[in-house]
């Protein structure tokens, strides 16, 4: 009896972990910041090269473990662990509370709304759909990073569609406006356009 109790639970154990590897897997697939920091992590021993582009992928999202990982790294582009430091040194995912947030942001408050979507990208007990959702609105009040991470969605075809013309013209409104990481981002272009060909042959 206690021997079929015992393969019951490790079946169960295997069937849960398989699950929860597809959904991880899923997610890096769709270009969440997050898990494509923690699945980045994980295979930098073994595979340097594409880790450090999905690493930059989050990072250019504002994952925050993200960005402190790639500065960490030896042989990486000297400008972009300058940006990555200045980045790091300027950045918290914790800054309010959840709930005081959400007011301010109801309230129409651009900088709680990107805010909100931070937690999203930073890993944060918060859904996809209502941080893009937060994002969207920061980005209709002209907050300038919402348009940069807006433009990063759509440079990329996170969440939304590819669409590099619509991309290119949210990351030069929200340079207009004020956004370095826009303005780095369209300076540095040729290094970053392709990297989510790191994608590709990812599987299960």
Not at 74 to 84: M, P, S
């Given at each position: 009896m206690f021997f079929r109790k015992s393969i019951f639970l490790l079946i169960s154990l295997f069937l849960l972990n398989t699950i929860y590897a597809q959904e991880s897997l899923k997610k890096v697939l769709d270009g969440e910041a997050h898990a494509l920091y923690e699945y980045g992590?994980?295979?930098?021993?073994?595979?340097?090269?594409?880790?450090?582009?999905?690493?930059?992928?989050?990072?250019?999202?504002?994952?925050?473990?993200?960005?402190?990982?790639?500065?960490?790294?030896?042989?990486?582009?000297?400008?972009?662990?300058?940006?990555?430091?200045?980045?790091?040194s300027s950045s918290s995912s914790s800054e309010n509370n959840i709930d005081d947030l959400n007011k301010l942001g109801v309230a129409g408050d651009a900088v709680a709304q990107y805010k909100l979507w931070l937690l999203f990208v930073n890993g944060e007990f918060i859904p996809k759909p209502k941080a893009y959702v937060w994002l969207k609105k920061a980005s209709s009040n002209k907050y300038p990073d919402a348009l940069y991470s807006l433009g990063i969605l759509y440079y990329y075809g996170f969440i939304v569609p590819e669409q590099r013309g619509?991309?290119?013209?949210?990351?030069?409104?929200?340079?207009?406006?004020?956004?370095?990481?826009?303005?780095?981002?369209?300076?540095?272009?040729?290094?970053?356009?392709?990297?989510?060909?790191?994608?590709?042959?990812?599987?299960?």
């Amino acid at each position: 009896m206690f021997f079929r109790k015992s393969i019951f639970l490790l079946i169960s154990l295997f069937l849960l972990n398989t699950i929860y590897a597809q959904e991880s897997l899923k997610k890096v697939l769709d270009g969440e910041a997050h898990a494509l920091y923690e699945y980045g992590s994980i295979i930098s021993a073994k595979n340097p090269l594409k880790a450090e582009s999905l690493l930059t992928l989050s990072a250019l999202q504002n994952n925050y473990n993200a960005q402190k990982f790639l500065i960490s790294l030896h042989g990486i582009d000297n400008d972009f662990k300058n940006y990555l430091q200045q980045r790091a040194s300027s950045s918290s995912s914790s800054e309010n509370n959840i709930d005081d947030l959400n007011k301010l942001g109801v309230a129409g408050d651009a900088v709680a709304q990107y805010k909100l979507w931070l937690l999203f990208v930073n890993g944060e007990f918060i859904p996809k759909p209502k941080a893009y959702v937060w994002l969207k609105k920061a980005s209709s009040n002209k907050y300038p990073d919402a348009l940069y991470s807006l433009g990063i969605l759509y440079y990329y075809g996170f969440i939304v569609p590819e669409q590099r013309g619509k991309a290119i013209k949210l990351l030069q409104e929200s340079t207009v406006l004020g956004s370095s990481n826009a303005q780095f981002f369209l300076e540095n272009l040729e290094k970053f356009k392709h990297l989510n060909k790191s994608l590709i042959d990812i599987k299960g």
